[in-house]
């Protein structure tokens, strides 16, 4: 089949696109034919040489996520899957022709959500509705603050949050992105330069929830945003790692602060959070209340010049690659 | 009745024996003869005038917990209560003859535990439950690691551990400590200054629930010794508050940091604490796995010059003060 390869750490100047072995499902896989898969910074992050691929999952071919028809079954797997129009996620090896996954980690395609754009879906809404959800704890009335809105979790985040009743604010650094940002149901957007006092304005008693990418250049002021009982989940780390941090404040608030992802996590928790996300969304996607944000749909071939744009912060939403 | 009183902001001078209003008890609330009360760091820190008693508890007369006779009740509650031996825990206003405090923040003495002991029991046992297990998720198996296991709540973390089938490791800053807490069962006891090999090389997946009294000294080692999806709970912060995280860290263990404090919550909150350490404890006291921890008794007369001995340090377990 053809897949991107990494064939080395570095620029894109080391994304190949190669022949390489057809996967065969193992145990409790399924085997897809990829229709499209979708970028996530994890591919760059791993292309850097910074995130290596998990046990189980081929090393030098990326991507975490896709949309496809089932062609084959592992031992142990219902053949009713065979020939379904599904998406999902994957611990690597997306940007390629085939994939093979666990069962657990996908789903049919919501009705009204075409097959190509179906693999902008898995790795961005379940990641925003594990965060914002599962670890935030969001409901009816809360109030929720979202970093880098633009981005494709972003952007899920706020689709997720509106449609429980929940207020959202969301911060991006350029005007056109807060705009777009805004045609979700955030309540307000603001500069990522400049958030707290706005927050601080619009959510007199705190933000109940907090989902972040950038860390530690936004967490002094996140923890100060946060209310009491507040909720500080750190999906990614854009703005650093390094931080500080006024524990007293986390005291009097009796906050919390937990970091997460998706990738590292065994078949058994993403399937928990696929399944999660699934129940919870399926009345959201008839009413339109969700849709996946598609920035732009390009080619396999164009990875590397799509994880440029990507890098870059050139995209509102998701990045997809035809296959 | 007689009472202890802060006079103003200060040191152990501002302390005075007073007489005062006998406080009624409200809608709700029971009133207590009290027989013993036992000392807190926040009954320090409110000296100092760091740490305001929170709305409708008595201003200027400390003490967080008590033991003692009902001796009143308020509106909506059951005279059953009448005459019995009880403890609990209070917003403020226990170094005093009586104290008026919600239903829901008293539960019976135990059996086997005189009246005047029972004083050392409600804050540090609920507060050590409500850390380890309500927030922290100990259970049988766990990688348990506690500082400042001399103090009342830690050696009350140490018992409760050791009752679920928990492996424990102390810090504490004295030999004697050190010595003290094994015989509660610690795996391992290390000084606080170099606890950090010890612990590696004893939980080898790093400690599944760290309670920590110390904050930001101690922040950057707790991080690095927390397992996968460990939970780190501060509980005080006797090294200080403003501290540096390493949130990169905490995205790859899928880890979480909680502040928590016990006396700003709401009687309903607190009234939960109360009960989920009592429904789980019934059974151990009557083991003898747990036992309330004591110093010291002395009398309320002699509250200043036991806070100065809780302020250096000298005591292992809890200070009470008969009343």
């Known amino acids: 089949m053809r897949a991107i390869v990494y064939t080395a750490a570095g620029g894109p100047e080391v994304i190949a696109l190669r022949e390489v072995e057809t996967p065969a499902p193992r145990a409790g896989e399924l085997r897809v034919r990829v229709a499209a898969t979708a970028l996530n910074r994890a591919d760059v992050i791993q292309r850097l040489g910074a995130y290596p691929a998990p046990p189980g999952v081929a090393k030098d071919v990326p991507g975490l996520e896709f949309s496809g028809v089932v062609d084959a079954v592992g031992a142990g797997v219902d053949a009713g899957w065979l020939g379904r129009e599904v998406c999902g996620i994957a611990g690597g090896g997306t940007y390629a022709e085939y994939v093979c996954v666990n069962e657990g980690c996908v789903f049919d395609r919501p009705e009204g959500v075409g ?35 633009g981005s494709g979790v972003g952007v899920a985040v706020v689709q997720i949050a509106r449609a429980m009743g929940a207020r959202v604010i969301g911060t991006a650094r350029t005007e056109s992105k807060r705009a777009r940002a805004m045609s979700y149901g955030l309540e307000a957007a603001v500069d990522g330069g400049e958030f707290e006092p706005l927050v601080r304005e619009r959510f007199a008693s705190g933000a109940d929830v907090i989902v972040d990418f950038v860390g530690a250049n936004y967490l002094a002021a996140n923890v100060r945003l946060l209310a009491a009982r507040g909720r500080l989940i750190v999906v990614g780390l854009l703005g650093g790692s ?18 997460t992802v998706l990738r590292s996590r065994s078949d058994a928790e993403k399937s928990l959070a696929v399944r999660a996300f699934c129940e919870w969304a399926a009345p959201h996607w008839k009413t339109g209340a969700l849709r996946p944000v598609i920035d732009r749909v390009m080619t396999l071939e164009q990875a590397a010049e799509a994880q440029v744009a990507m890098s870059a912060n050139e995209n509102f939403g998701k990045i997809v690659l035809r296959v």
């Open 115 to 149: 097959l190509i754009e179906s693999a902008a879906i898995a790795e961005a809404f379940v990641t925003a509705h594990d965060a914002l959800v599962t670890l935030g704890g969001a409901r009816e009335g809360s109030a929720v603050l979202v970093h880098a809105v």
């Open 242 to 259: 390094q931080g500080e941090i006024d524990l007293g404040l986390l005291l009097r608030k009796r906050a919390r602060l937990e970091g």
